[in-house]
């Protein structure tokens, strides 16, 4: 089948310490992104990416970093300064070069703080 | 400029009921206004998505209005079921720019 695989699905994080989070796609997209989504809050875009080994910030770039070393991955590092952290988080792709972009999501990370 | 802004947050209806979410935009570039449909624990998927040349989309149960003039649009479920109970977003995005989401409404279809 082909979709976007995330994992873990539960992630605890301990203070001070750096998290990543697992995105693989089989689904030959160029560009991958991920959002971070808190009640009430909708999706918010952290990072995105059109192209193996390049990747843009979105709004809340702040306390997060990516690489996108394969077409098929782009992993997401929640780290120590990210202050707030609790959250669920979404990885998309979609077929770069499209106008009016359709996003397919995996089925999230669900990240909590210890 | 760039906010998309949707109500209401949440929202019960009874099945066979006609649920409606509504949402507003400033940016009159816009030209994709999608909705995406979310069930718990997993990753929104789209719904259906109209482009702003047509008032009115409708695909099985579900329709979009679009008012251009008044920068509005609108999802309708129509006969609404228990399956339907997920939360909903809207979004806009102009040619290659990135989708620009609304904060969501939780539907909940009470039996």
């Known amino acids: 089948d082909g979709g976007i695989t995330q994992s873990p699905k539960y992630l605890f994080r301990k203070e001070g310490q750096n998290v990543t989070l697992s995105c693989e796609q089989n689904?030959?997209?160029?560009?991958m992104y991920w959002y971070r989504q808190d009640p009430g809050q909708g999706l918010r875009l952290i990072y995105y990416?059109?192209?193996?080994?390049?990747?843009q910030k979105g709004d809340i770039a702040e306390g997060y970093s990516v690489s996108r070393e394969k077409k098929e991955s782009f992993p997401l590092t929640v780290t120590s300064a990210q202050k707030n952290p609790t959250a669920f988080y979404l990885c998309?792709?979609?077929?770069?070069?499209?106008?009016?972009?359709?996003?397919?999501f995996g089925s999230g990370t669900q990240l909590s703080v210890l | 400029q760039q906010q998309v802004k949707q109500s209401p947050q949440s929202l019960i209806v009874q099945k066979g009921g006609i649920s409606i979410i509504n949402c507003a935009y400033e940016?009159?570039?816009?030209?994709?206004f999608p909705w995406y449909q979310q069930f718990p624990g997993k990753g929104p998927a789209l719904l259906i998505a109209?482009?702003?040349?047509?008032s009115e989309k409708k695909e099985g149960r579900f329709t979009i209005s679009f008012n251009k003039s008044a920068k509005q649009f609108s999802l309708h479920i129509m006969d609404s079921q228990p399956g339907d109970s997920a939360t909903y977003f809207c979004a806009a995005s102009k040619g290659f720019q990135k989708l620009v989401f609304g904060t969501g409404t939780r539907l909940l279809v009470s039996p």
């Open positions: 689904l030959n997209h160029d560009a």
């Open positions: 940016n009159t570039a816009f030209d994709y």
């Open positions: 998309a792709s979609s077929s770069e070069g499209e106008t009016n972009e359709k996003l397919f």
């Open positions: 109209i482009r702003p040349d047509v």
């Open positions: 990416s059109q192209i193996v080994n390049d990747f």
